[in-house]
């Protein structure tokens, strides 16, 4: 069979099981199997493939199926402008969150050195693009997931940042110290009871800790503002991602807690998605 006969039959297959993108999906569980960027494999369609090389296509059809979002079958996912290691302890980064580094950068002048924390950095995908943009900042990464600092130590290496960013296994509530310029987060914040109405791909392989925000959906984000009133310099601008329909309340909480609401920033489907505040 060739790669192109291998196509057309696993886009059905997928198609079949109500998998959204059958063939963007198979073509890059192809290029996977093979090898080869996706790229090449369009441009070799007619090429046979080998019995071990379909042996080991047929499992990663296998996984998507059963719905394993297609970023942790590859095992990385393309954010910002680099390529990050990615596995199911941490969330798959999302283009929407791409609005925290464009809303940070915009605080961040180009010559200034400052430090910045990121509380909940996942697989560091927000911190790493902030620094490969700035090349006199330095930054540290809090994560309460072991298995999540692991992933954001290996994707600080790959983009040779590893020198000025610091990850620590740690709940924000424990870390203190020195004061930050600029905190960012994106922390959980969906309510408990929606957690079970995400799409299966979402509910089923991403990190609930990642995701929970508990019975209000704030549960995190109130104790990153409150933490932040003590991690933060005098005039340091706190930049948060959050939920559809929740600005109103987590205005209220940055003002309670002595910010200032500098922006409210939209994301590509014309939602509310990012708050930029200062502590003043
Ligand atoms: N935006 C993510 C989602 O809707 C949630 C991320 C989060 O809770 N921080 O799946």
């Given amino acids: 069979m060739d790669y192109e006969n291998i196509l057309n039959q696993a886009s059905l297959h997928l198609k079949n099981f109500n998998i959204k993108n059958p063939r963007l999906d198979s073509e890059l569980l192809l290029s996977k199997a093979l090898n080869i960027s996706r790229e090449d494999l369009l441009l070799n369609l007619?090429?046979?493939?080998?019995?071990?090389?379909?042996?080991?296509?047929?499992?990663?059809?296998?996984?998507?199926?059963r719905r394993m979002p297609v970023a942790y079958i590859l095992g990385y996912k393309d954010f910002w402008k680099s390529k990050f290691v990615i596995n199911n302890s941490v969330l798959i980064p999302r283009p929407d969150t791409e609005l925290i580094v464009e809303e940070s950068l915009k605080c961040l002048p180009k010559k200034k050195s400052k430090i910045i924390l990121d509380i909940g950095t996942g697989s560091g995908c927000?911190?790493?693009?902030?620094?490969?943009?700035?090349?006199?900042?330095?930054?540290?990464?809090?994560?309460?997931?072991?298995?999540?600092?692991?992933?954001?130590?290996?994707?600080?290496?790959?983009?040779?940042?590893?020198?000025?960013?610091?990850?620590?296994n740690s709940d924000v509530d424990k870390h203190r110290g020195r004061k930050y310029d600029l905190i960012i987060s994106n922390p959980p914040y969906i309510k408990k009871i929606k957690i079970s109405r995400l799409e299966e791909d979402v509910r089923n392989f991403e990190p609930k800790l990642a995701l929970d925000g508990g019975f209000s959906g704030y549960l995190s984000v109130e104790k990153v503002i409150k933490k932040s009133v003590d991690l933060l310099k005098k005039n340091g601008k706190l930049v948060l991602e959050i939920g559809h329909?929740?600005?109103?309340?987590?205005?209220?909480?940055?003002?309670?807690?002595?910010?200032?609401?500098?922006?409210?920033?939209?994301?590509?489907?014309?939602?509310?998605?990012?708050?930029?505040?200062t502590k003043y």
Avoid: M
């Avoid at 090349?135 to 994707?155: C, E, F, H, R, Y």
């Fill in 46 to 65: 007619k090429k046979k493939i080998s019995f071990n090389k379909h042996k080991k296509f047929n499992i990663l059809l296998k996984k998507r199926e």
């Fill in 126 to 168: 927000i911190i790493i693009s902030i620094l490969k943009e700035r090349p006199k900042l330095t930054a540290v990464g809090l994560d309460i997931s072991k298995n999540a600092i692991k992933i954001a130590k290996i994707n600080a290496k790959l983009q040779h940042l590893d020198n000025r960013i610091e990850f620590i």
């Fill in 245 to 277: 329909g929740q600005t109103y309340y987590i205005s209220h909480l940055l003002t309670k807690y002595g910010f200032y609401i500098n922006k409210i920033s939209k994301d590509l489907s014309k939602k509310e998605r990012c708050i930029i505040s």
